[in-house]
């Protein structure tokens, strides 16, 4: 959308969660930009923005090399929401001896909030349970403020305001899901605060990414890669009657799909009115590239070299000027792609460099949001409750082991079995993503009254909205039993272990 369009300027400091800011401004109906601080003033000068938000972020206020936030927005007349590190700068620029510098690490997790009257917390209760993630904290507030929100027992200052400026600051992060304020705090902020009016529908935003699209693409011609997954074939749903013959969508069967995959996918296309053309002679060129590594990151990157040597032959033959990727916000983020957020891991449909324009028209967004658009084009039973798959599929799912083709059926079918149990179970629709991965040590079993060695499995169930963090999903004993016992029936497979971390610090998947 336009900058001038938009109602709250938002100047990102860093923070991993920037993007979630925008994503649930967006979920309240308004629009938003996101800047780095270089450019506020430029954007401030040009606009008439109704309030702006500071993210967090990982450095300390009194840093030489801290980001440099314009004070000029402090007198431009709109109130101001400072989070994280927007509230340790808040309190900072006002007064340089308010910041308590960080003794024992950062402050990191679950937070219980005790939060006293303040039009930034109308609507919430008196205790909320909060993500924290900070260091250096706000042991006095400047002149002219006020303490409005506390955390153990009153020892720790969580949130202030200048009501009189409307300048407002939590130390917590009301963006995430992990506090559980259902977005109050961001709406009254730019709802009753700022007064901004609702200016966000989904249907604008699928219109937006096809004109968008077919802006940038020109008189040009474009691929895009069809995974199956909700990103990719949503995105060609969106873009097919926009861009008709200018669009080739093609799949790559990649050899670690999951079972039944490809038939799974074509039937999605035709669903989606997609025509896909079906590549899949490049299986063992996969399997032996991956299986060289046991690194991670290597292994992604074995990934991308098969992956755009596909790309460049299709685009080649298709005379392609564009590569059109259904990259998300969130894989931006992670890939340390966006912003100036940190490199997580590094993701396979990010800064290729195949010689082609690349348009990443779901760089804005988050899973759930797709998955609502995925609905808006009737693929509710096939595509909007499908879960996430990583673009390297099950080769990140045999960990500590070189890839053959093997291992992968061996995860092939438990990944299978383990879904159907859940399905049984009913659980399966209520759990955001299932990972079925081999662990790549052997370790001692008995069966048949005898001495075995055998490969560990781990189920790892989460829950999320976005996947910037997750929630152990727990299983119920009897279904891990369940799960157990079929799973060991594999004469090779001796344990069978559950992981229900949190992201952070765990990720989504093991590698």
């Known amino acids: 959308m336009p900058e001038e369009k938009c109602q709250i300027l938002i100047i990102d400091l860093g923070s991993q969660y920037t993007d979630i800011i925008r994503r649930s401004l967006r979920y309240l109906g308004f629009h938003s930009i996101i800047t780095p601080p270089e450019e506020a003033s430029r954007l401030i000068k040009e606009n008439k923005f109704k309030g702006i938000i500071l993210s967090g972020g990982s450095a300390s206020v009194y840093d030489v090399d801290a980001p440099a936030i314009p004070e000029e927005i402090l007198t431009v007349g709109v109130p101001v929401l400072g989070i994280c590190y927007g509230m340790q700068w808040l309190a900072y620029v006002h007064d340089k001896d308010t910041i308590q510098k960080a003794k024992e690490g950062k402050s990191y997790g679950p937070v219980e909030v005790a939060i006293k009257e303040s039009l930034l917390f109308k609507g919430l209760k008196n205790s909320i349970n909060a993500w924290s993630s ?11 403020f006020s303490i409005i929100a506390t955390s153990k027992g009153g020892m ?15 130390q917590f992060h009301p963006e995430v899901e992990q506090t559980e304020d259902e977005n109050i705090i961001l709406d009254n902020f730019v709802e009753k605060i700022c007064g901004c009016v609702k200016d966000y529908s989904r249907k604008d935003a699928i219109k937006e990414i096809g004109e968008n699209t077919k802006k940038i693409l020109g008189e040009g011609t474009a691929i ?22 200018k669009l080739k969508a093609f799949f790559i069967d990649t050899g670690g799909m999951r079972k039944g995959e490809v038939k799974h996918v074509k039937e999605i296309a035709r669903k989606a009115g997609i025509k896909l053309e079906i590549i899949d002679k490049y299986k ?10 046991i690194d991670a990151e290597e292994k992604r990157a074995k990934f991308r070299e098969v992956y755009g040597e596909v790309f460049k032959e299709v685009a080649a033959s298709y005379g392609a000027t564009h590569m059109i990727q259904g990259t998300l916000a969130t894989d931006l983020i992670e890939s340390g792609s966006r912003g100036k957020s940190a490199l997580i891991k590094t993701h396979h449909n990010v800064d290729l460099d195949l010689g082609l324009t690349e348009i990443m028209p779901l760089s804005d967004f988050f899973k759930f949001e797709v998955r609502e658009f995925a609905r808006m084009f009737g693929l509710e039973e096939l595509l909007a409750g499908r879960q996430p798959f990583p673009g390297p599929g099950l080769y990140l799912r045999v960990v500590g082991v070189p890839v053959n083709a093997e291992l992968l059926e061996m995860v092939r079918e438990a990944d299978h079995e383990v879904a159907q149990i859940l399905k049984k179970h009913s659980l399966y629709d209520k759990i955001s993503q299932v990972i079925v991965a081999l662990l790549g040590v052997e370790t001692v079993g008995v069966k048949g009254d005898g001495r075995v ?8 169930t989460v829950e999320t909205m976005d996947f910037m963090t997750v929630k152990g999903f727990y299983l119920p004993p009897k279904v891990c039993e369940d799960i157990n016992s079929t799973l060991v029936k594999h004469p090779n497979i ?14 989504t998947e093991f590698e």
């Open 224 to 245: 895009i890669g069809v995974s199956g997954g909700v990103d990719s074939t949503t995105l060609a749903a969106i873009l097919t009657p926009v861009l008709g013959e």
């Open 453 to 460: 060695y055998g490969y560990s499995f781990a189920v790892r």
């Open 494 to 507: 001796v344990r069978v272990m559950y992981d229900f971390t949190s992201k952070p610090p765990a990720t």
């Open 284 to 293: 063992e060129k996969f399997i032996q590239n991956i299986g060289s590594t």
């Open 156 to 170: 720790v200052n969580e949130a202030m305001e200048c009501a009189d400026k409307k300048f407002y600051a939590v």
């Open 134 to 144: 900070h260091g250096d904290s706000v042991k006095n507030p400047p002149a002219g």
